[in-house]
């Protein structure tokens, strides 16, 4: 198999908006998807993927994903919901966004204590930690593979038992998700 760690750099892990990057004054929405276009475009599938359109972000304003829309502009916090929505769309449904979201605009909305910034930075550094975890845990997989298979399978099966593996391991992470959103709502 080719080296596992030569696809993984391909992906762009490491690539996110930060607090940094998102400007200290509120966004239009052209601003807003250029500031994703130009943070998420290397790491998706194919070139011609949307990673975020003007309906998408209408739609999550319409269902309260984010947080009311002032005079057409997006604040530093509305941005870093999107990112998070970004984030979380890839695995879970939007009924499922909304719900694990909404205690995070209520908190907004009602605790002046309460900081999105500090959540998001704290996101920004598990999912540092996450993918540091991650290429080590590649290296590993490969090898589970080589040793179940003994060789014996050519380059094509190994593949295909690799794939079949992560989406394996991608199905209980995103079922262990779903449990956690379904205990944490149902309180």
């Known amino acids: 198999m080719e080296n596992i760690q030569q696809k993984i750099d ?23 998807l250029q500031l994703f276009e130009s943070t998420f475009r290397d790491g998706t599938r194919n ?11 209408n739609n999550y304003a319409k269902g309260k994903v984010l947080l009311p829309i002032q005079n057409k502009k997006y604040t530093k916090e509305n941005i870093m919901l999107l990112s998070l929505i970004y984030e979380l769309k890839g695995a879970i449904s939007i009924n499922d966004i909304k719900k694990s979201l909404g205690k995070v ?11 999105l910034e500090t959540l998001y930075d704290s996101y ?10 991650f290429k080590q845990d590649m290296d590993a997989q490969v090898n589970k593979v080589k040793n179940i298979t003994n060789d014996e399978q050519d380059d094509d099966m190994s593949k295909l038992l690799l794939m079949l593996s992560l989406v394996n391991m991608s199905n209980m992470y995103r079922r262990l998700a779903e449990q956690i959103l379904d205990e944490t709502t149902s309180v």
């Not at 070139?47 to 972000?57: F, N, P, V």
């Not at 920004?124 to 975890?133: F, G, T, V």
């Open 10 to 32: 391909q992906l762009h892990l490491e690539k996110n908006i930060t607090l940094a990057d998102i400007p200290n004054i509120d966004l239009y929405v052209d601003q807003v």
């Open 47 to 57: 070139k011609e993927d949307k990673i975020l359109t003007k309906t998408m972000i």
């Open 105 to 115: 605009n209520e908190k907004i909305n009602t605790e002046e204590d309460f900081h």
């Open 124 to 133: 920004l550094k598990l999912e540092q930690q996450n993918i540091q975890d």
